[in-house]
């Protein structure tokens, strides 16, 4: 996944901001988990059992 997402912040035409924060939110919450594997590895199921783990101090959304 590490390696897709690379390639698609190059494709990504965006504000400098917004890409500062996708990158910040995949750094910090999104490749620690999923960035070593394949995407077709990579489930709905996979996600949403990893999104119900979190408890309160490491989600990540917005503060």
């Known amino acids: 996944m590490a390696e897709w997402v690379a390639r698609w912040f190059r494709s ?3 504000d400098p901001r917004t890409i500062e924060s996708y990158r910040s939110r995949l750094r910090c919450h999104i490749l ?3 960035g070593d594997l394949a995407l077709g590895v ?3 199921l996979g996600v949403t059992e990893w999104v119900r783990g979190w408890s309160g101090t490491d989600s ?3 503060r």
Do not use: G, H, M, S
């Open 12 to 14: 990504l035409d965006l």
């Open 32 to 34: 620690p988990k999923f």
């Open 42 to 44: 990579i489930t709905a």
């Open 60 to 62: 990540p959304r917005r």
